[in-house]
């Protein structure tokens, strides 16, 4: 499953480059669909019919994570989503289901085995 889409929901611009780095470094064949802010989250979800999401849960812009999540958890109560954040109210995601919850700053070693679990994909 090294063809996979993943939605990225970042607001700090330079984590999200080094999320895609890391990602297509790991699976060449990922397609990667960023996003600023969760406001556009739907819509892309609708449009790409992604296999993963990956987001922020606070950010500086009044479509933050924690909406998105339940946007999504409203349509799809199945897809895998990882929370990235450095937020001490990180235990806030778990009223959304989600697959898991990674404490900011994140190594490449870690995105990237994350991902592995949540979409089921085993270690190489």
């Known amino acids: 499953m ?8 970042e607001d700090e611009f330079l984590i999200q480059i080094d999320y895609e780095r890391a990602i297509t470094q790991a699976f060449p064949n ?3 669909f960023p996003l600023r802010d969760s406001s556009d989250l739907v ?6 019919a992604p296999d993963l999401i990956i987001t922020d849960l606070v950010m500086d812009s009044s479509h933050e994570g924690m909406s998105g999540i ?12 990882i929370v990235a954040s450095g937020s001490t109210f990180l235990d806030l995601a778990d009223a959304f289901n989600v697959t898991l ?13 994350a991902i592995r679990k949540a ?3 085993q270690d190489a």
């Open 2 to 9: 090294s063809n996979f889409r993943i939605i990225i929901v």
């Open 30 to 32: 990922a397609q990667i």
């Open 43 to 48: 819509s892309t979800y609708h449009g790409v």
């Open 70 to 81: 339940k946007a999504i958890r409203d349509i799809d109560s199945n897809i895998p989503v």
């Open 101 to 113: 919850k990674l404490q900011k700053p994140v190594s490449d070693s870690v995105l990237v085995g």
């Open 119 to 121: 979409v089921g994909i």
